[in-house]
C-alpha cells in the first residue's frame, strides 16, 4: 500500500517522523529498529556550537505525559556532520535536522552549512523550545519573529523549510499564516507547552529548569484543536504532534490536518511502536477503502452527527 | 530486546520489598552483572514511562537461562505495580541495557558496597566474581535488620558480610561507609582491591572519594530518572570532570550506568 | 486548625472552592454534601438571559482529562435570583456568581443587579470560556478587553471582582497585570484548554460543537506553571485551578502562589472529594509545623536541590 | 450514597457481556426499577469520569438487600475493567440514582421493549410489576441468539416474550420494533397497555412513535453520555417539547433517565 506523503520537495515513504529530542540523533537507535524504515528522522535540536544543557533532573512524569528541560544539549552541527551524518546516510535514514539558534543569524549559519551535507533532507526551524530563553522561543511567540526567521533562511537553502511552531501563544494560526507567507515548506505543530511540577514535600520544582516541556498523551486533545485550526488557515502542508501513541492517534492527527505526523514521547515508552503504528494506519485504510493518505488528511466530518444504535 | 515477559513469582521481602521472577530467556541469556532493564508495568497511560531495573537473579532451568528476576523497592507507581504484580500478568521488559561492572581478576579483591535496594546489581557480580575464585566481601547497609536481604545467600555463595543498619538493629550502627574506611585503612597497599558499590548517589560520592584517597579503584554504578533507557532523551546525564575541567553531561544509561568513581564530578 | 484565606474583603473558612460549572448551582450537591463546608460555591456560569446551550454530545474524555462543551446552559440571572439563592442562603453557602457577557454592558448589568443580592459573596468574571463566542473570550484574549471588563464592573460593585483567565494566551501574566491594575480583587485561573477530539471510525467531531474546553489531571502542569507566574507578577491573590484531584494537588498550586483553589472535573469523579482534600491538607500543615495557609502560599523553594539518599 | 462495593461475582455471559454482583446493602434498599448508579472502576486516572450503569438485580439473602448488580456489554475502557473484574475488587458506586419507572396498576398490561444491553433495567421492573400481578410482555431484540440473555428466568417470573434477532438466529428476523407494532395493532382500544423501553436512542425514538401513534402512553430510560449523575454537569442533556414549541435541553441524570415518550423531541 502507498502511504507516501510529500512536504514540499521532498516526499516521505510514509508519514511517521521520529519527533526532535525524542530519538537522539538516530543513530542511537539503529540497533533497536531500522531506521531507513521511518517516513524521517528529526534530530535532537542543534546549535552551532556544543551544549552541556540543564543540570538533571531533567523530566519528570505527569498524568498521561513528561515534563522535560532537557536545555538542549548537543553535540553542535559541525560534529552532527562529522560523526552521525555518515551512519545517517549509510542507513538510509531521511533526515530532518532540527535546528535552534540565539539569533537570527545563527539559524541562517546553520542552515548554510547544513544546506552542503549530503543526507540532510529538510530543516525543522526550532522556534519553539520553552525550556531555554534564547532557544527561538522569541522569535516562535510573535508573527515577526516567526517571518523573520523563515524568511531569512528560506534566501539561503534549497531545503525544505519547517517552522516548528509553539503552542503557547494566543492565535497559532497567525503564527501559521506568517510562516507560510515568509516561504515555509510546511510547519509543524506542536512543541511542548510550559509548565511545572512542584515535589510538596521538599516545596522545590521537580526540574533543575523549575519549568519545562509538557508532552505526551496528555497535550493530544489541544495539539489536535491546533492542527486543525492550521488546516483550516494554510494551505502548505502541517505535520502534527503532541501525544501520538497510537495508530488511532495518527489516523486523528490526519484528519484534523495533518499530512505527516510526529512521535516523540510514545517512542520512549515503546521504541518498537514505528510498525505498531504503521501496520495500524494500513488496516485503517483498508477497512475504509481509502487509496492514498491524501484522501485521509483533512478528512474531518463536521456536518451534524446522526445517532448510532450504540448499545444494540 | 523488548520482552513481554510473564510473571513466574512475586516474593514479598517486606511491605515494600518484593523480588519479581519473569521469564525471559534471551535478556536472560545476554544479562552481564550491573546492566539494566527498561520495565513498563500496565499497558495503561499511568506510568507512562518505562523505568530502570537492574537485573537481580539470572533464573537458570538445568544451567539454561530462562529469565531474570528484579529486587525492587516501593516508592511510586510503577513499584507498587511491580509489588502487586501476579504470577500470569505480562511485564515489557526492554533489555539488557547499559555498561556492565567490569570484574576483577585473581588474586584482586572485590569489595561490593551495597545501600538499600542498592544491592541489586551485585548478586550477580558475586556469582561471577566467585566463579573466578575472587575473594569477595559485600559492605551492605540499610535503615533496619529487616531490610538487610540474601545474606545467607551471599554466604553460601562464600561472600564476607559486612553489614550495618541505620538503627543498629543488625551489624554495625550507621552508614556503610564506616566500616568501609576502617578496612580501607586496614588494607596493605601491596594488595589489590576494586571497590563496587550501588545505591544512593550520596553513598556512591562518599565511597568514591574514600577508594580515592586511599588509592583504590572504585566503579560505582548510578541512579538516574531514565526516560528511555537507550540515549534517546538525553534525561540521565551525569556530570563527568574533563581535560578543560568544566563538567560535561553523559547520559548514564548508555555510558553508565556503570561508570569509574574518579570519573564523576560529584557534586 | 485555622484554614482560613482573605481573597480581597471575603474570609473563605478554608481554601477549596468549587469550580464554576462543576457545581450546577450548588443545589445539586446539597444533599450530596454540606456545602456550607466548602470555602466558596462558585456556581455555573450565568448570562442574563436563559440559554439552552450546546447539542449534546457535550462531554468526552480524554488521556487524564476531559473535554466539555456545554455553552453555558442556564437558567439566567433573575431565575438564579429566585429559584436558587434563597435555598443557597438557606444552607449557608458562600456564593461566588460567575458571570458571563456578550458585551462590556451586560458584565456591568449582572454585576449591577447580583450586588443587591442578600448571599452574593463575590462575582468571578469568565472572560474566557473557550467554546462559545460570545463567552468573553473576546475580552479575555487581550489585556485591553480585560482591564475594560474588570474596571467597568468595579465601578457598578462592592462585591470581590474576580476576572476568571483563560490559559489559552501567550502570556497570562500581561493578563493579569491587566485585570489587577484595573482594580480586581483576585484573579483565577485556569479555565479550559481549547481543544477537539475526533472519533476516528466517522470521522466526526465527538462533541457537536467541534471543540471544546479540556479540563482535569492532563493540564495540571501548565496550570500549576501559570498560577506561579502569575504569583510573581501581581500583588492580589490568585485562586488557582486545573487538574486538582488529590489534597497533593491542592498543596501543589498553594505552594506555586494560589491563595485559594477551586476543583472541578474531580467532583464529578468523587462528590465527596472535599473532606478528603480538607484533612489531608491539614495532616500536610500539622507534619510541616505550618500555622496558617499564608505561610504555604508562593513558598515555593528554588535554590538549588541537595540530593537526597532515596534508594536507602 | 457512595460505596467501594465489593465484587461478589463475575459472570461472563458472552465475549462481551457480563453481569457484575457487588456488595451495596445501602443501594440495594433503595434502588427502584430503571434507577442506575455512578460507576468508577479503579483507582486511576482512565478511565477518569465514572460511568452510568441501571441497577439490573437487586440482590438479596434471606429476603434482606445485600447488593445489586449489574448487567454490563463491554465497549470502552469502563466495561473492559468490569468484564475483567476480579471477586473481592472494589467498585466505587454512587447511587441509586435518577428517576424511576412508574409501574402501572391492574388490570393495565405492561409490555416491556429492550434492545441489547438495554434490557438491564427490566429485570426489577419485572420483578415489580409481576409481584403486583400485572400482566407482563418483554419484547426484546438483540444482534443474535446468543445475546439474549436470562429468557427462562424472565419466563419463570411469568413474563411473556417476544423475541427477535437482527441475523434471525433465534425469535423473528430484524428489529424488535415489528412485533411490538403487530401487537399495538391488533390490541383493542380499551384494554389499557404501558410501553417500557430501554436501548439505543434510535430505538426508543420509534417505540414512542409507535405507541404515541396507537394512543398509548410510553416511558422510555435515554442513554447519555454522562460526566456527573448528579446534575452538576450539563452533559447529560436530552430535548424536551415545550408549549413554545422551541426544545429545552433537561438532564437526562436528574429528570430521568426514564421520561414519557411524547415529552422527548426525537431527532
Ligand atoms: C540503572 C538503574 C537501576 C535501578 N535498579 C533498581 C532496582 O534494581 N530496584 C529498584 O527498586 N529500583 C531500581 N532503580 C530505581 C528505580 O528506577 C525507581 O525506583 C523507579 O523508577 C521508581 O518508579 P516509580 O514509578 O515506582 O516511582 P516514581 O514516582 O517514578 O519515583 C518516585 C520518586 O523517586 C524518584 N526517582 C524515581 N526514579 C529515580 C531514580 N532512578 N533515581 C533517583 N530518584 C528516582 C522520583 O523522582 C520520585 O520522586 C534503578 C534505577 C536506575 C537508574
Ligand atoms: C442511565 C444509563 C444507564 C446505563 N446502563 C447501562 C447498563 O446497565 N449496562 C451497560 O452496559 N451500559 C449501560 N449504559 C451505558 C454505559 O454508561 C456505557 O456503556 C459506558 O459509559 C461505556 O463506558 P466505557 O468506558 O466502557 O466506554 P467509553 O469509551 O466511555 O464509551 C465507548 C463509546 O460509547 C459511547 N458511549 C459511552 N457512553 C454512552 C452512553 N451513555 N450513551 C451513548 N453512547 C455512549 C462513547 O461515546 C464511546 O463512543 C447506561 C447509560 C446510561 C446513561
Ligand atoms: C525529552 C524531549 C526533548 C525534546 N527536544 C526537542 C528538541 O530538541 N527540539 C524540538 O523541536 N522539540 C523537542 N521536543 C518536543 C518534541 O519534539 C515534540 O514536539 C513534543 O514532545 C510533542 O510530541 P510528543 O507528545 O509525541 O512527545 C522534545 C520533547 C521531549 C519529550
Ligand atoms: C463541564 C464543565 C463546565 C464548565 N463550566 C464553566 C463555567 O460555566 N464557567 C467557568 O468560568 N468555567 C467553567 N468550567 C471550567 C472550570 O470551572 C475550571 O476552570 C476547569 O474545569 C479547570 O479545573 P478542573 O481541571 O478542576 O476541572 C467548566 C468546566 C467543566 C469541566
Ligand atoms: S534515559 Fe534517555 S538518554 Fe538516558
Ligand atoms: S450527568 Fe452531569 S448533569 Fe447529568
Given at each position: 500500500m502507498n502511504l507516501s506523503v510529500r512536504i514540499g520537495s521532498l516526499t516521505l515513504k510514509n508519514p511517521l517522523i521520529a519527533a526532535s529530542g525524542c530519538f537522539g540523533y538516530g543513530t542511537e537507535y539503529s540497533d533497536v529498529i531500522d531506521i531507513a524504515t521511518l517516513g524521517g528522522v528529526a534530530v535532537k535540536g542543534l546549535f552551532l556550537a556544543e551544549r552541556e544543557g540543564h543540570p538533571p533532573p531533567r523530566i519528570v512524569e505527569t498524568p498521561a505525559g513528561m515534563l522535560n528541560a532537557i536545555g538542549l544539549q548537543g553535540i553542535g552541527v559541525h560534529r552532527f556532520i562529522a560523526e552521525k551524518m555518515p551512519e545517517l546516510r549509510a542507513r538510509g535514514a531521511v533526515v530532518i535536522v532540527n535546528i535552534c539558534g540565539t539569533t537570527l543569524q545563527e539559524y541562517v549559519e546553520l542552515a548554510r552549512i547544513l544546506s552542503d551535507v549530503e543526507g540532510v533532507h529538510a530543516l525543522e526551524l526550532n522556534i519553539s523550545c520553552p525550556n531555554i530563553k534564547e532557544g527561538g522561543i522569541t522569535f516562535g511567540c510573535s508573527v515577526h519573529g516567526t517571518a523573520d526567521v523563515v524568511s531569512?533562511?528560506?534566501?539561503?537553502?534549497?531545503?525544505?523549510?519547517?517552522?516548528?511552531?509553539?503552542?503557547n501563544v494566543t492565535d497559532i494560526t497567525s503564527i501559521a499564516r506568517a510562516a507560510e507567507e515568509a516561504g515555509a515548506d510546511a510547519v509543524s505543530l506542536v512543541n511542548t507547552f510550559l509548565a511545572m511540577v512542584i515535589d510538596v514535600e521538599t516545596r522545590r520544582p521537580r526540574l533543575s529548569n523549575i519549568v519545562g516541556g509538557?508532552?505526551?498523551?496528555?497535550i493530544r486533545p489541544i495539539a489536535v484543536r491546533m492542527v486543525y485550526e492550521c488546516r483550516q488557515t494554510i494551505r502548505i502542508p502541517v505535520i502534527g504532534m503532541g501525544g501520538i501513541a497510537t495508530a488511532t492517534d495518527v489516523l486523528e492527527f490526519m484528519i484534523a490536518g495533518a499530512t505527516a505526523v510526529q512521535v516523540g514521547t510514545a517512542n520512549f515508552v515503546d521504541p518498537l511502536i514505528w510498525p505498531k503504528l504503521l501496520s495500524g494506519v494500513e488496516r485503517y485504510m483498508e477497512r475504509h477503502g481509502l487509496a492514498t493518505l491524501g484522501d485521509l488528511t483533512g478528512s474531518l466530518d463536521t456536518s451534524a452527527r446522526e445517532k448510532e444504535w450504540i448499545s444494540s | 530486546m523488548d520482552v513481554a515477559a510473564e510473571v513466574l513469582s512475586?516474593?514479598?521481602?517486606?511491605?515494600?520489598?518484593?523480588?519479581?521472577?519473569?521469564?525471559?530467556?534471551?535478556?536472560?541469556?545476554?544479562a552481564l552483572p550491573g546492566q539494566f532493564v527498561m520495565v513498563k508495568t500496565g499497558d495503561r497511560l499511568e506510568p507512562l514511562l518505562r523505568r530502570p531495573f537492574s537485573v537481580f537473579e539470572v533464573l537458570r532451568e538445568q544451567g539454561k537461562p530462562i529469565g531474570v528476576s528484579l529486587l525492587s523497592k516501593k516508592i511510586g507507581p510503577s513499584t507498587h505495580l511491580l509489588f502487586d504484580a501476579k504470577v500470569g500478568d505480562r511485564v515489557q521488559c526492554l533489555g539488557p541495557l547499559g555498561r556492565p561492572f567490569a570484574p576483577v581478576v585473581a588474586p584482586d579483591e572485590a569489595w561490593m558496597v551495597a545501600g538499600g535496594v542498592g544491592l541489586a546489581p551485585f548478586a550477580t557480580l558475586a556469582e561471577t566474581l566467585r566463579a573466578k575464585g575472587i575473594q569477595t566481601t559485600l559492605y551492605y547497609g540499610a535503615r533496619r535488620a529487616a531490610e538487610l536481604f540474601f545474606l545467607d545467600w551471599f554466604e553460601r555463595l562464600g561472600v564476607t558480610l559486612q553489614l550495618t543498619t541505620e538503627d543498629g538493629s543488625r551489624g554495625e550502627r550507621g552508614r556503610i561507609t564506616l566500616p568501609l574506611e576502617r578496612s580501607l585503612k586496614a588494607r596493605p597497599q601491596s594488595a589489590a582491591v576494586m571497590i563496587y558499590a550501588c545505591g544512593p548517589?550520596?553513598?556512591?560520592?562518599?565511597?568514591?572519594?574514600?577508594?580515592?584517597?586511599?588509592?583504590?579503584?572504585?566503579?560505582?554504578s548510578v541512579e538516574r530518572v531514565m526516560g528511555c533507557g537507550l540515549g534517546g532523551c538525553y534525561s540521565c546525564v551525569i556530570p563527568i570532570k574533563t581535560s578543560e575541567g568544566k563538567p560535561h553531561h553523559v547520559r548514564s544509561c548508555i555510558a553508565g550506568p556503570v561508570f569509574r568513581g574518579d570519573e564523576i564530578l560529584w557534586q
Open positions: 531569512a533562511v528560506r534566501k539561503v537553502t534549497k531545503l525544505p523549510v519547517i517552522p516548528k511552531l509553539t503552542p509538557l508532552s505526551g498523551p496528555a | 512475586n516474593t514479598h521481602l517486606s511491605s515494600d520489598y518484593n523480588v519479581l521472577a519473569l521469564a525471559a530467556p534471551d535478556i536472560a541469556e545476554r548517589e550520596p553513598m556512591l560520592a562518599a565511597v568514591a572519594k574514600m577508594a580515592a584517597a586511599h588509592g583504590r579503584p572504585s566503579q560505582v
